[in-house]
């Protein structure tokens, strides 16, 4: 079946962590250009679009190969959504393409630590499930989650109180990464969600959950990038 897919990425100007974060300096690149060049050599992405409302990141993305959303600045503020962000986006590329989309890739700029492998590892088990979104997950067998509400901890993911091997565990623990989102556009549209429908996830390695947020977090994803990934994408 000759499928058609697209990646977007969300890329506002303002960042408070950060300032200007999508273009810092990151191992050698703007931070937004390893999105962009993973999602451009993942095999099933077809056409890699980035919606932003600042013209230098535009001009940086279209550097690299992507084309460009201009997202209107009520849909980039502080408390903007990337559903809203996502959503506009789709409906203007659907304006000026007559060929139906079956599947959008939702990529975050500040989770750089993935492959391209990892984008065709997402399209293939959302093809292979014929599930309506997926997520991109981490195995959590090795973390034992505890949360508080109102002063009382309560073991989340285990009950202390039975304490298993890790080997018998019947169901593994996932983390939603952040790093990879994939859907049908008729999800977003109509759910205003990334996910929904049948809902699958890709596996992806536990370091590469880390995502930029603040300096500490850009310095220690340099260093992974460096030691993990850097060879593989230059």
Request: charged share 25%.
């Amino acid at each position: 079946m000759n499928m058609h897919n697209i990646a977007i990425i969300p890329a506002r100007g303002g960042s408070k962590g950060i300032p200007k974060k999508n273009l810092v300096d990151f191992c050698g690149k703007p931070l937004i250009a390893w999105t962009i060049l993973q999602a451009k050599s993942a095999q099933g992405v077809d056409e890699v679009f980035v919606t932003t409302d600042n013209p230098e990141i535009a001009e940086v993305s279209k550097s690299y190969g992507a084309e460009i959303i201009t997202r209107p600045p009520e849909l980039a503020a502080d408390t903007s959504t990337s559903e809203a962000a996502l959503n506009h986006a789709l409906l203007e590329i659907q304006k000026s393409h007559s060929r139906t989309i079956d599947y959008v890739v939702f990529l975050q700029a500040t989770s750089p630590l993935r492959e391209n492998s990892d984008i065709e590892n997402a399209l293939a088990k959302i093809t292979e499930a014929q599930a309506d979104s997926l997520f991109s997950a981490a195995e959590l067998s090795d973390f034992l989650i505890w949360s508080q509400t109102g002063g009382r901890l309560q073991s989340v993911n285990y009950n202390y109180l039975n304490r298993r091997r890790r080997q018998e565990e019947e169901r593994p623990q996932l983390a939603e990464n952040g790093s990879i989102y994939v859907f049908k556009p008729e999800i977003l549209l109509k759910h205003g969600n990334r996910l929904g429908g049948k809902i699958c996830y890709s596996l992806m390695e536990l370091w590469k959950a880390f995502e930029i947020d603040d300096y500490e977090g850009l310095k220690f994803c340099e260093d992974l990038f460096r030691i993990k990934l850097l060879k593989s994408q230059t």
